[in-house]
């Protein structure tokens, strides 16, 4: 990779709390309130009820910025069509099998689009800004820079992923930010108003560095890049793969006033590179805590492997749960043409399948020993391809 231009400062400002507090136990903030990728129905489309305990969100949005329509949550009890769907999938994902759904992988990266067939005039101009040369970023759907007026470059590697039936929110996919890139993520961060961003990998992993250190880790922490200035004013632990950091930013607005705005940071470290998790828990839960917060800003190192999984397993899931008739293949598709190489190993894709099974047997539509054998195939699966050399 060539050598990165020198990247505008990032300030750490004085801790300005009486001193750094540890960790709220609990949580004191509240719940806030393209082509087909399925087939529609209208059946029985009274709103879902609430099925199960419901993963409250430890998020409180402000509702001065965050204007978005109200999103139905996943974790509702399925109607009948819904219960019809999900159980069609699931008996068709158990008789399909391991091997198939990988070769149906190796079919799916026949028919996207290769970097030839589509623009990526903006990636080629800025290739100082990109962590990979070979993941370019799709011109149709970047996500354009235009705060704050006047800026040098519009260019950031991100990418939107909306216009697909049943998904409601907005997503946003970028790469985890490198040095000089730190200020750009936050002028997108602020002019998209994002409500969450959630990184789903590591700073370090494996002795080697995946993203820049790009927030104030520490509770009353404050850094300053790009006019803005990110204060870190909780951090909450949930469990030991999960954390939470709620973040205020204060910049000026178009107006030329003060403004300020709430972001929440959730940080989810139980998914290896390039592979995938032996358990689909971890991504339901991360998928449940933050299921109605929009815009979402989603990144890994490359913003294309572990976040284009996840983005495509919370499509799925919400397809399902909208009583549509659900192709895989059609979802990751459909992603790709949007972000590049979403979804990018065929264990992700095989782990998409799995974690939706999970996910039906959640709403009790089959059962965890209808289920079994998938289940022992997918870990034994797994765990070989993890004492292969140079797994990661």
Same mark, same amino acid.
């Given at each position: 990779?060539?050598?990165?231009?020198?990247?505008?400062?990032?300030?750490?400002?004085?801790?300005?709390?009486?001193?750094?507090?540890?960790?709220?136990?609990?949580?004191?903030?509240?719940?806030?309130?393209?082509?087909?990728?399925?087939?529609?129905?209208?059946?029985?489309?009274?709103?879902?009820?609430?099925?199960?305990?419901?993963?409250?969100?430890?998020?409180?949005?402000?509702?001065?910025?965050?204007?978005?329509?109200?999103?139905?949550?996943?974790?509702?009890?399925?109607?009948?069509?819904? %219960?019809?769907?999900?159980?069609?999938?699931?008996?068709? /994902?158990?008789? =399909?099998?391991?091997? *198939?759904? #990988?070769?149906?992988? !190796?079919?799916?990266?026949?028919?996207?689009?290769?970097?030839?067939?589509?623009?990526?005039?903006?990636?080629?101009?800025?290739?100082?800004?990109?962590?990979?040369?070979?993941?370019?970023?799709?011109?149709?759907?970047?996500?354009?820079?235009?705060?704050?007026?006047?800026?040098?470059?519009?260019?950031?590697?991100?990418?939107?992923?909306?216009?697909?039936?049943?998904?409601?929110?907005?997503?946003?996919?970028?790469?985890?930010?490198?040095?000089?890139?730190?200020?750009?993520?936050?002028?997108?961060?602020?002019?998209?108003?994002?409500?969450?961003?959630?990184?789903?990998?590591?700073?370090?992993?494996?002795?080697? %560095?995946?993203?820049?250190?790009?927030?104030?880790?520490? /509770?009353?922490? =404050?850094?300053?890049? *790009?006019? #803005?200035?990110?204060? !870190?004013?909780?951090?909450?632990?949930?469990?030991?793969?999960?954390?939470?950091?709620?973040?205020?930013?204060?910049?000026?607005?178009?107006?030329?006033?003060?403004?300020?705005?709430?972001?929440?940071?959730?940080?989810?470290?139980?998914?290896?590179?390039?592979?995938?998790?032996?358990?689909?828990?971890?991504?339901?839960?991360?998928?449940?805590?933050?299921?109605?917060?929009?815009?979402?800003?989603?990144?890994?190192?490359?913003?294309?492997?572990?976040?284009?999984?996840?983005?495509?397993?919370?499509?799925?899931?919400?397809?399902?749960?909208?009583?549509?008739?659900?192709?895989?293949?059609?979802?990751?598709?459909?992603?790709?043409?949007?972000?590049?190489?979403?979804?990018? /190993?065929?264990?992700?894709?095989?782990?998409?399948?799995?974690?939706?099974?999970?996910?039906?047997?959640?709403?009790?539509?089959?059962?965890?020993?209808?289920?079994?054998?998938?289940?022992?195939?997918?870990?034994?699966?797994?765990?070989?391809?993890?004492?292969?050399?140079?797994?990661?």
């Amino acid at each position: 990779m060539d050598k990165k231009a020198s990247a505008p400062p990032v300030r750490r400002l004085p801790n300005t709390s009486p001193g750094v507090q540890k960790p709220v136990a609990k949580s004191e903030m509240g719940t806030p309130p393209v082509p087909s990728v399925r087939q529609s129905s209208n059946e029985n489309s009274s709103r879902p009820k609430v099925a199960m305990p419901r993963v409250n969100s430890p998020f409180k949005t402000d509702k001065s910025d965050c204007k978005t329509p109200v999103i139905l949550p996943i974790d509702a009890v399925p109607n009948e069509r819904s %219960k019809i769907v999900m159980k069609r999938f699931a008996v068709m /994902t158990m008789q =399909k099998g391991i091997q *198939a759904i #990988l070769q149906e992988y !190796n079919d799916l990266k026949t028919c996207c689009s290769t970097p030839a067939q589509f623009k990526h005039d903006t990636f080629d101009k800025y290739q100082e800004k990109n962590r990979y040369k070979d993941i370019p970023c799709v011109e149709q759907t970047r996500v354009p820079l235009f705060w704050p007026p006047n800026s040098q470059s519009d260019y950031i590697h991100a990418n939107w992923v909306r216009g697909i039936p049943d998904l409601q929110k907005q997503i946003i996919c970028t790469q985890g930010p490198i040095p000089n890139t730190i200020g750009d993520f936050w002028r997108m961060i602020w002019q998209e108003k994002a409500i969450v961003i959630v990184m789903l990998c590591c700073v370090m992993e494996g002795g080697k %560095k995946k993203c820049e250190q790009y927030w104030p880790e520490k /509770t009353g922490e =404050k850094i300053s890049c *790009a006019g #803005l200035e990110i204060l !870190n004013e909780r951090v909450e632990t949930f469990s030991p793969d999960l954390q939470y950091t709620k973040l205020i930013i204060t910049g000026t607005g178009s107006d030329g006033g003060i403004r300020r705005h709430t972001v929440n940071h959730v940080l989810w470290n139980g998914w290896p590179d390039k592979g995938v998790p032996l358990s689909s828990t971890g991504a339901l839960r991360l998928i449940f805590r933050t299921q109605t917060l929009s815009p979402a800003v989603i990144h890994c190192s490359a913003g294309v492997g572990r976040t284009g999984t996840i983005v495509a397993l919370e499509i799925c899931m919400r397809t399902l749960n909208a009583g549509s008739e659900l192709s895989v293949y059609n979802v990751i598709k459909e992603l790709r043409s949007r972000r590049y190489l979403a979804c990018q /190993t065929d264990l992700q894709y095989l782990y998409v399948h799995r974690a939706i099974l999970a996910f039906v047997t959640s709403k009790n539509i089959v059962s965890n020993e209808e289920i079994a054998k998938f289940v022992l195939d997918y870990e034994e699966l797994v765990k070989q391809r993890n004492a292969m050399p140079g797994a990661t």
